[in-house]
């Protein structure tokens, strides 16, 4: 499968833990995006990454959130003390690069907080 | 400040009816306007993009029209299916902030009866 891989599927945690979001991007894509989507809301943006740069993070909470995509290896989106609001649908996409170039997405990551 | 709206949130129609999707958005400065396909629990699947200095976009049954100048755009859907049925979602990609970003709407959940 050369699409974007999202692990895992379904998040389960519990208040106060931390929730860890991988996202593999298309084989040759070095610019990754992360999006929320809320219950009854579209996506909203959050960061939009290069390897091992983060170009636009104005989307992310200012607290807790924060977002990576080393030289190697998948991008991680970590959300440190997970609140009820927390809850939502992360997707990731990854193109070739800005503009033009279209984004390709992968499945999402629902994380529920218990 | 861009926003994209789409109407009707919802519609249903019965099979075989030809269907049109709407979208506007705020600023007419954007790259590409895209429609993407959301199945339930899945990720999001593109359909067509159109890019900013072209009016319509065909892809078998879908056909998609964009007016910049009015802010519009729509995705007409011939012959509908019951596999059909989805979440359809508008996005703009436009510079906010110093990179490009998708916007999206909130979608229209269509449902196609046999």
């Known amino acids: 499968n050369a699409g974007v891989m999202q692990n895992p599927r379904h998040l389960v945690r519990r208040r106060g833990q931390e929730a860890r979001l991988r996202c593999s991007p298309m084989?040759?894509?070095?610019?990754v995006y992360w999006y929320r989507q809320l219950p009854e809301e579209g996506l909203k943006f959050m960061v939009y990454l290069q390897k091992e740069n983060i170009i636009d993070e104005s989307g992310m909470p200012k607290e807790r959130f924060s977002a990576e995509f080393p030289k190697e290896g998948p991008s991680i989106l970590r959300i440190q003390q997970v609140v009820r609001g927390d809850s939502a649908a992360y997707f990731c996409a990854s193109s070739l690069g800005q503009g033009v170039q279209p984004q390709h997405f992968g499945d999402g990551t629902r994380l529920s907080i218990l | 400040k861009q926003e994209v709206t789409q109407i009707p949130a919802a519609l249903s129609v019965p099979e075989g009816e030809n269907l049109v999707l709407n979208c506007s958005f705020t600023d007419s400065a954007i790259y590409n306007l895209q429609w993407f396909r959301q199945d339930p629990g899945k990720g999001l699947t593109s359909l067509l993009l159109?890019?900013?200095?072209?009016r319509e976009q065909t892809s078998g049954r879908l056909n998609a029209s964009l007016d910049k100048s009015s802010g519009r755009s729509t995705l007409y859907i011939a012959a509908s299916q019951p596999g059909d049925s989805a979440t359809y979602l508008c996005t703009i990609v436009a510079d906010m902030g110093g990179s490009e970003k998708l916007v999206f709407g909130k979608g229209t959940k269509l449902t196609v009866n046999p």
């Open positions: 084989k040759g894509h070095s610019h």
């Open positions: 159109i890019q900013s200095s072209q």
